[in-house]
């Protein structure tokens, strides 16, 4: 019975009365403490003391502004980006496919984009695969008389099988950053607005915490709101527009220019080598260098430019990014 009373003692308050009246009843709190603080204050004639306590009172009145407005004012923020900076209308192509910024949202976008390149590149890989197999079944056949080679494969098909295993090992690591990328969007937005938004609120309220509560505040609207904002920006495919697109605009294949050729690997043909009529060794590096401008350049912009947003923001907040910037700036 008392295992049972302790863990629904933990569980009812964030279970019954939701974030917003965990963080008004901390508000209360401070409100208490700040207000005792200030009447001893005047009390004992502290002066200090005295402009502490309307300081922190202030501090507590902004923070009670913050529990009833920020919601609303990031769902706002968010909803303004839309439309006024990206464009809630403006178009963008992902897995061959015209969709506007309504329709996809910007983190679904995103995980769209990652999602096409990851097939792009395993679809890539497979041709590489399955090229390289002629290569080298070729490139291991040896003909000699009486002891003598006449034909060596490997002189013929050295540079080939070398050609192949660079681009191969080129593709790996993309694949791994896509991968990693994938999981950094699932958990922003699994907990930008869930855990860290409120959790900031809370922890902005009392002086000790102050700090890193405007940090968590900070971190939440720069990943959630400016990241995918500043990715949609970057992507190739993006077409800025206020007019609604015309029903059943849709395209048979990916942007023709930079961004989208990868999506149409497995259908470029080039045929007359050993291992089928696939991609020759020249294009599949020329797609592998656009597309890993694609996956690693554009999300580091978007990234770097988040990072400038949060130290920014932090300190309007009364946070202080401290020592982790940098952190940041060593790592970037």
């Not at 020759?280 to 947003?309: K, Q």
Request: charge should be negative; aromatic fraction near 12%.
């Amino acid at each position: 019975m008392l295992q049972a009373w302790d863990v629904g003692l933990l569980q009812l308050p964030w279970e019954t009365w939701g974030w917003q009246s965990i963080a008004l009843l901390a508000v209360l709190i401070s409100f208490f403490i700040d207000a005792t603080l200030l009447m001893l204050g005047y009390g004992f004639q502290l002066e200090g003391l005295k402009r502490w306590a309307k300081a922190e009172l202030l501090q507590t009145t902004a923070s009670a502004l913050l529990v009833i407005l920020l919601v609303s004012l990031v769902t706002l923020g968010l909803n303004t980006a839309l439309g006024a900076v990206i464009g809630g209308e403006s178009t963008i192509i992902c897995e061959g496919k015209q969709q506007t910024i309504n329709e996809s949202g910007t983190i679904g976008f995103v995980k769209c984009k990652l999602c096409e390149e990851a097939v792009q590149l395993n679809q890539l890989y497979n041709q590489l695969f399955q090229k390289n197999l002629g290569v080298e079944r070729a490139a291991s056949v040896i003909v000699s008389i009486a002891g003598v080679p006449i034909y060596d494969g490997q002189m013929v098909y050295f540079e080939d099988v070398q050609k192949a295993h660079f681009l191969g090992e080129k593709i790996v690591p993309l694949l791994v950053s896509l991968q990693a990328q994938w999981v950094l969007m699932n958990y922003i937005s699994a907990n930008m607005l869930m855990f860290f938004l409120p959790l900031g609120i809370i922890l902005r309220i009392f002086p000790f915490t102050r700090g890193i509560g405007g940090l968590f505040i900070a971190i939440a609207i720069g990943l959630y709101v400016v990241f995918p904002t500043l990715y949609i920006m970057n992507d190739p495919t993006y077409v800025r527009t206020v007019s609604a697109p015309t029903e059943g605009d849709q395209f048979n294949q990916c942007y023709p220019g930079f961004g989208g050729v990868v999506t149409l690997v497995s259908s470029f043909e080039t045929g007359g080598d050993i291992g089928g009529t696939v991609l020759s060794y020249e294009s599949t590096a020329e797609l592998l260098a656009e597309v890993t401008i694609n996956i690693m350049f554009f999300p580091f912009i978007a990234f770097a430019a988040t990072i400038v947003f949060i130290s920014v923001l932090t300190p309007l907040l009364g946070g202080d990014m401290g020592e982790m910037m940098t952190m940041i700036t060593k790592v970037v």
